[in-house]
């Protein structure tokens, strides 16, 4: 599928895209659809399976309502939808401001567990360019959250950039750090097929809490004592630190629009990085929207 070059215009798919799969913590099989949608519209997301009340939950900073082992929004309604980040960093990263996603279930699929089957997914759709320009969330102070020790902050920067350090007492883990501009080339080159990770002795522990239903070797890397029990290993070096930028960049994503600024988290998960989001929201001197492109040259 040929790549649409970014100008700084809405993107769109051209077709629906349609996958299933299997939630990671219900266990439930979900059909997903994609669809193209006008400029402005943003991501929304129909939970197709409900019908008596209004079953749309448009993607914003404030629907966020669960942020612990992955992001759950819900609408005013209390319709709730889950594990939408891997989904989320794809469109992202693909830059496509604009998407009706059909899911007829209470989370999405997990697939492989990184963002690779999405990011396929959305190629074979295509993209369509749009007459509007993307509106940016330009960084100008800093914003700053933590949680022990855990830490993120978005700084003003001319470009989206992202940096991510983690720290496991295990070996096979340890400490790892990534840096890069968030763009699409370096997404599918080198943060798009990693995929989430766990530890065996908690995966019993989330069954026995009703979660991790549908996760396996086939979704996750499982790691127990000292060895990774997938019988393939890793996909690539520091696979666990990129797998954690893809969350952040989905994670962020929420805001509606990409960033001009760079992010730095420091063991930060989901919960961390919704604390920022609702940090940034709760600070308007500290950014601004924006547009880049020259039909276009103003901000507010």
């Known amino acids: 599928m040929a790549q649409v070059p970014h100008d700084h215009h809405q993107r769109t798919l051209v077709a629906p895209a349609i996958c299933a799969g299997v939630g990671v913590h ?23 399976d409900i019908t008596d009340r209004d079953n749309r939950i448009p993607v914003t900073g404030d629907a966020v309502v669960e942020a612990r082992l992955n992001t759950m929004i819900r609408n005013s309604s209390g319709v709730e939808l889950s594990t939408i980040e891997h989904l989320m960093a794809a469109l992202c990263a693909l830059g496509v401001a604009n998407a009706v996603i059909d899911v007829d279930g209470p989370e999405l699929p997990i697939l492989d567990g990184s ?46 950039e992202m940096r991510f350090e983690i720290d496991f007492p295990t070996a096979v883990i340890g400490r790892q750090v990534i840096d890069f501009s968030v763009d699409e080339r370096t997404f599918r080159d080198e943060i798009m097929a990693a995929r989430t990770f766990g530890f065996a002795h908690e995966v019993e522990a989330l069954r026995e809490a009703g979660l991790a239903r549908g996760g396996s070797l086939e979704n996750a890397v499982v790691i127990d004592g000292e060895r990774i029990l997938n019988p393939g290993g890793l996909r690539m070096e520091r696979e666990f ?60």
């Open 26 to 48: 219900s266990g439930r099989r979900v059909r997903l659809a994609v669809r193209p949608a006008a400029p402005g519209t943003g991501i929304v997301f129909v939970r197709t």
């Open 115 to 160: 963002a690779l089957p999405f990011v396929q997914l959305l190629d074979r759709a295509g993209f369509r360019r749009q007459e509007a320009p993307v509106r940016y969330i330009e960084i100008l102070e800093p914003v700053r959250v933590e949680e022990g020790d855990k830490s993120a902050v978005l700084l003003p920067c001319d470009r989206y």
């Open 241 to 300: 630190v990129r797998h954690k930028a893809l969350d952040a960049i989905g994670d962020l994503y929420v805001l509606g629009a990409p960033l001009i600024g760079r992010y730095e988290g420091v063991k930060a998960g989901h919960a961390v990085n919704n604390k920022l989001v609702r940090a940034l929201l709760a600070s308007p001197q500290a950014w601004r929207e924006t547009v880049r492109t020259p039909d276009y040259a103003l901000a507010g």
